[in-house]
């Protein structure tokens, strides 16, 4: 058996990993797009902040892991693919032959339809290349420029506020993190950010970046008229799944590859995982692209067993995001959104506790300025435990989640 994997972040690591403890005679190949080893993308915050250098970002630290394990890999991403003749062509032109491929490409950062948006003086925050590209541009003392305060932007803004710089963010939504955090707990995250020295605008959006005189830079245009100078802008406006290459496959693609709890696309020898796959959801009941790492290191190993031959169910992800905005955490799982809800917020300590219900049921969370119940209320939403009298006692005092969790599953 021939197995082909394109993409090296964790989904596709840890399904080669996989294949080869559960085949230990197949053919593995691992394709990356990058002409890099493979590394976490979560570690490039590290790596601007100087608490980690490029060996410190791998996912594999040993030069010989691959070719320990009898695994192909090639500095050469997917370019198309043939399924009824089990050929893949790679971006060099190469063309392979597989029984079994799996789409584990990631995401690419999306660039919006800005005008001036591009040169020397723009960069996201996902590649390798990318930091080296903020690293090189940003020296204590310079303006920079954020787009987005969505869940990649909070998660860099830490780093390049630690750079020294003087640092704007623009936001195009009413609040930081719309996605992740309800108004009450993005309102406290802005106001925390803005207390350590950086300038937060919301409902803000950029119109234009226009060239600075001394072609250094860039004034960032924005609706209102205001103009702001950057030596370097940031775009961190969201992420969209690799999937371009399977154009003409046959292979079913929405906002990723549709996959079933098997990890399976519509094609037979076809599976998905990671940021690339839209795959059952845990709260919903549907299929989402859920781009958090535990859920591609799941897919990547679910996925594997069932190339092998192995038969294994993935439950669903769990919507779920934990974060360090500027030294204030927070976190959010499941269905947090709805009206069956109790919260316990305290502004001036920057903390904020809010637990959703569906029936006796907790479906979702938010919390802010505290970690100590991370893990249970993850567990209690996971367990679809019924909470019984245990939702009243909730209700009353969010923060005895613990309890509840020691009663009803110790």
Known sequence: MRYVIAGTGPAGLIAAETLRSADPDGEIALLSAEPEPP??????PYLLTGQVNEGGTLLRRSSTNFTDLGIEFHYAGAKSIAPDTGQITLSNGDAMAFDMLLVATGASAIKPDVPGLEGKHVCHCWTMADARKIMDLTPSGADLVLMGA????????EALASRGVNLTVVEAEDRVLPRMMNETGANMIKRWCE???IRVLTSSRVTALEPLADGDGNWVVLKNGEKIKASL??????????TEFLGGSGVNVDQGVVVDENLRSNVETIFAAGDAAQGPDFSTGGWNVHAIQPTAAEHGRIAALNMAGRPAAYKGSLIMNVLDTVGLVSCSFGEWGGSDATELVDEQAFRYTRLAFEGDRLVGALCLGRTENIGVMRGL???????GDWKQRLIADPNRVMDAFVALLA
């Open 195 to 197: 207390a350590k020295g």
């Open 39 to 44: 590394y976490a993308r979560m570690a490039l």
């Open 150 to 157: 969505g869940f990649i932007g909070c998660i860099i803004m």
């Open 233 to 242: 802008t940031v775009v961190a406006t969201g992420v969209k799944s690799n």
């Open 381 to 387: 939403i996971q367990s679809q435990t019924k909470l």
